[in-house]
C-alpha cells in the first residue's frame, strides 16, 4: 500500500512519521511550499526526518499512491480536489482531512465519484501534539472500510461514522463550537480575574462546581439550569458586562452569553413545563423551534 499526502504541514507530518515507524515503507507527500526558497527547506527537512519522499506535484502524488490524504488549508480544499480529478480512477481513494465545509466535502465527492475513485470525509478530533498519529479521526463516506482495513494496522484510530461525505466534518465543527468557546471564554474570565486579582479564588471555586463530575452531568445540569433561571441570569450577565467595561475587559463572550441567556428567557420553559423543572438538556431542546424563534 502506498500512501500520499498533499499538504506537508504539522498533520502530514505527524501521521506520516508514526505510521512510518510502524512499518508502512511507502509514503509520498507534494506541499506547495516545498519549492519556495526559505519555507521549502522546513518542508524537505520535515519530509527527511519522517523519510517521507517528496514529489514534484500533487499529480504525482495520485499517480503514485493508492490513499492520498489531502491536509491543505480548507479554504483551498476544493481546488486540490479540482486539479487531481484527471488522476483519479477506480481503486485510488482519495481523503480530504481538512477543516473545509460540509458542503464542500459533498461537492468534492460529486466530482470524484465519475473517476472511478473513492472520496473520504475525515476529521481529526483531538490534539496531533497530544495524540500524534494515533489522533481519534471519524470518517465518512463510501468505501470507508477500505481506509480502515489499509491504515489501522499500523496504529491508526479510525471509526466509520456514514455513508454520507460532509457528516464527519460537521461532528467536528460542532464540537467546536464547544472547545473553541470555552477556550475564549476561559480567556475572558482570566483576563478578569488577573486584573481583579482574584484569580486563584475564581479558579478553585469553578474547580469545586465541575470538577470529579461527568462533562453529560454538567452539560445537563448547566442548560436546563440556564434556561430555568434565564430571567435572573440575563440580569447578572447584564451587570458582569458593566463590570468587565469598568475595568477595561472587552465583554466578547459575556455579551454572546447574554444573547443565549436571552434566547432561554424568550423560550419560557417554566410556562412550558408548568413549573416542574426537566433533568435533561433533551427535555428543554422540544422548545428550540429554530423556525420560529431565532437569535436577533
Known amino acids: 500500500m502506498k500512501l500520499g499526502f498533499i499538504g506537508f504541514g504539522e498533520v502530514g507530518y505527524e501521521i506520516s512519521s508514526g505510521l512510518v515507524s510502524q512499518g508502512l515503507t511507502e509514503v509520498y507527500a507534494y506541499d506547495a511550499l516545498q519549492h519556495h526558497a526559505e519555507k521549502g527547506k522546513f518542508v524537505k527537512e520535515r519530509a527527511e526526518k519522517a523519510k517521507v ?9 495520485v499517480d503514485m499512491c493508492d490513499i492520498i490524504i489531502a491536509v491543505v488549508p480548507g479554504a483551498f480544499a476544493l481546488d486540490a480536489a479540482k486539479s487531481i480529478i484527471g488522476q483519479m480512477r477506480s481503486g485510488k481513494i482519495f481523503v480530504d482531512a481538512s477543516t473545509s465545509l460540509p458542503s464542500v466535502k459533498k461537492e468534492e465527492n460529486r466530482l470524484i465519484a465519475p473517476t472511478g475513485g473513492s472520496f473520504i470525509d475525515a476529521a481529526l478530533m483531538a490534539s496531533l501534539s497530544q495524540s500524534h498519529y494515533k489522533v481519534p479521526i471519524l470518517i465518512s463516506g ?42 475564549a471564554l476561559g480567556a475572558e474570565m482570566l483576563e478578569a480575574a488577573n486584573i481583579l486579582g482574584v484569580d486563584k479564588l475564581v479558579i478553585d471555586s469553578i474547580g469545586n462546581t465541575l470538577d470529579g463530575k461527568a462533562f453529560e452531568f454538567n ?45 432561554f428567557r424568550d423560550i419560557n ?20 423551534d429554530h423556525n420560529n424563534l431565532h437569535l436577533k
Not at 53 to 61: F, G, K
Not at 144 to 167: F, R, S
Not at 221 to 241: C, F, I, K, N, P
Open 142 to 183: 463510501t468505501n470507508c472500510a477500505a481506509m480502515i482495513e489499509a491504515l489501522t494496522p499500523y496504529g491508526m484510530n479510525i471509526k466509520e461514522i456514514t455513508k454520507n461525505p460532509g457528516d464527519a466534518i460537521a461532528v467536528k465543527f460542532v464540537r467546536s463550537i464547544y472547545m473553541k468557546g470555552i477556550a
Open 219 to 263: 452539560n445537563n445540569y448547566l442548560v436546563v439550569a440556564s434556561a430555568w433561571h434565564a430571567d435572573r441570569q440575563v440580569h447578572e450577565m447584564g451587570d458582569v458586562t458593566k463590570m468587565l467595561e469598568d475595568i477595561g475587559v472587552a465583554p466578547i463572550m459575556t455579551q454572546a452569553t447574554t444573547k443565549r441567556l436571552e434566547w
Open 269 to 288: 420553559a417554566r410556562d412550558h413545563f408548568q413549573e416542574k423543572r426537566p433533568e435533561q438538556w433533551k427535555d428543554i431542546a422540544i422548545l428550540w
Open 53 to 61: 519522499t517528496l514529489l514534484e506535484s500533487d499529480s504525482d502524488v
